[in-house]
T-cell receptor, first 113, second 115 residues
Framework: AQSVAQPEDQVNVAEGNPLTVKCTYS??????LFWYVQYPNRGLQFLLK??????LVKGSYGFEAEFNKSQTSFHLKKPSALVSDSALYFC???????????FGDGTTLTVKP | DGGITQSPKYLFRKEGQNVTLSCEQN?????MYWYRQDPGQGLRLIYY???????QKGDIAEGYSVSREKKESFPLTVTSAQKNPTAFYLC??????????????FGEGSRLTVL
């Protein structure tokens, strides 16, 4: 079985400060890991993914994430937050043979001016 | 432009009525998925299909039904057996099925409210 945990329901940061949204996962094999963003009443938009290779992956809108196998984590980061980054963020995991993705419960990011 | 179209965006129904949500994609993707989103519970998988004329139950399939008669279409029926159908429903697709390593592509969602 595969699972994802996003330990924080809400993350608040000031504009210009760095942000981190946490994600830990559990899979039986090698994981495929993803971050998506959702704006109110919209579908999910893909931000970035880790499949293999370099543990630091860069994605859309200046976001990046670090894969840490020993800690089974895939935290989302951005060096300087923007007010427009305020949204709901989902981490997802996919075991290679699962054929389906499992999502975390989401973290609401609020960036204040 | 290629993408996934869900309709209707908003739907109101009376308790006990079946309702069908449409999902159409012109991305030529093999696999399609239906997720349910409730506040604070993330996305939960209802049904998925990796190829035409085949589909599998997800984690919360009870009270729902699907069909996959065409590659581009994957409609979801919310039946009267679904105890709490009010939710935001998201359809997604991917180019590959079981061995697909990439991301999912999502539609804009359909919000169902049962009165």
């Amino acid at each position: 079985a595969q699972s994802v945990a996003q330990p924080e329901d809400q993350v608040n940061v000031a504009e210009g400060n760095p942000l981190t949204v946490k994600c830990t996962y559990s899979v039986s094999g090698n994981p495929y890991l993803f971050w998506y963003v959702q704006y109110p009443n919209r579908g999910l938009q893909f931000l970035l993914k880790y499949i293999t290779g370099d543990n630091l992956v860069k994605g859309s809108y200046g976001f990046e994430a670090e894969f840490n196998k020993s800690q089974t984590s895939f935290h989302l980061k951005k060096p300087s937050a923007l007010v427009s980054d305020s949204a709901l963020y989902f981490c997802a995991v996919r075991d290679r043979w699962a054929g389906k993705s499992t999502f975390g419960d989401g973290t609401t990011l609020t960036v204040k001016p | 432009d290629g993408g996934i179209t869900q309709s209707p965006k908003y739907l109101f129904r009376k308790e006990g009525q079946n309702v069908t949500l449409s999902c159409e994609q012109n991305l030529n993707h093999d696999a399609m998925y239906w997720y349910r989103q409730d506040p604070g519970q993330g996305l939960r998988l209802i049904y998925y299909s990796q190829i035409v004329n085949d589909f599998q139950k997800g984690d919360i399939a009870e009270g729902y039904s699907v069909s996959r008669e065409k590659k581009e279409s994957f409609p979801l029926t919310v039946t009267s057996a679904q105890k709490n159908p009010t939710a935001f429903y998201l359809c997604a697709s991917s180019p590959g099925g079981q061995d697909w390593a990439g991301e999912l592509f999502f539609g804009e969602g359909s919000r169902l409210t049962v009165l």
